[in-house]
């Protein structure tokens, strides 16, 4: 509905058709690409409890570095295998979404639970709409629980907890809960042993 100009009017919109592609995070040729995207649907994202070991097949055939005894749930989303790092005896839960345009580091022992988001993408929202990218470090013993966010250039610290439903931008010290009421903080030490005086 057109109306008088109002002072909202003159706040710039970034045009969208001339923003950049995100074709440059893709590292690889597109024939690449499209075939990863077609064996995640049918190997990785499915939904049949197909076994965790076809699912690791499939992901290090196409570049994953995965260590032994990793196991992968239902559902799981991985952007780019290519740009994933995954230590020994980790669990990856249903749904959990990794969006690794850039690479995501995860040490040995970390539990991502369900429906967690692990993304390493932003765009340059005052310029252009260009991609930007970060990697992720998440390290040995970390536990992301239920429906997190984490985005690009976060690490979090050994044995950190990060409690459900938190959003993670940054640093997280090791062996903290961490988690958001009103802006994300520690709430407590996870080992009470292991905590600095």
């Not at 230590?87 to 345009?101: A, K, M, P, S, T």
């Not at 429906?147 to 940054?170: D, E, K, M, N, Y």
């Amino acid at each position: 509905m057109q109306g008088h100009p109002s002072k909202e009017d003159s706040v710039p919109v970034i045009s969208l058709r001339r923003a950049p592609g995100a074709g440059e995070s893709w590292d690889r040729p597109k024939a690449v690409v499209y075939l990863w995207a077609a064996a995640e649907l049918l190997f990785v994202t499915n939904p049949w409890q197909l076994s965790s070991r076809l699912r690791t097949a499939v992901l290090r055939a196409f570049g994953a570095e995965i260590d032994e005894d990793v196991i992968f749930r239902p559902r799981t989303r991985v952007r780019f295998p290519w740009k994933l790092h995954v230590g020994r005896d980790c669990w990856i839960g249903e749904g959990v979404w990794l969006h690794n345009q850039d690479h995501i580091y995860i040490g040995h022992d970390v539990t991502l639970s369900q429906e967690t988001f692990v993304t390493t993408g932003s765009h340059a929202h005052r310029q252009d709409m260009a991609l930007l990218t970060r990697p992720v470090h998440i390290e040995a013993g970390a536990w992301v629980t239920t429906r997190c966010i984490v985005l690009g250039g976060s690490r979090i610290g050994r044995s950190a907890l990060i409690t459900p439903g938190t959003v993670v931008s940054g640093e997280v010290p090791a062996n903290t809960i961490w988690g958001s009421h009103n802006a994300p903080a520690a709430l407590g030490y996870r080992f009470e042993s292991a905590s600095q005086p």
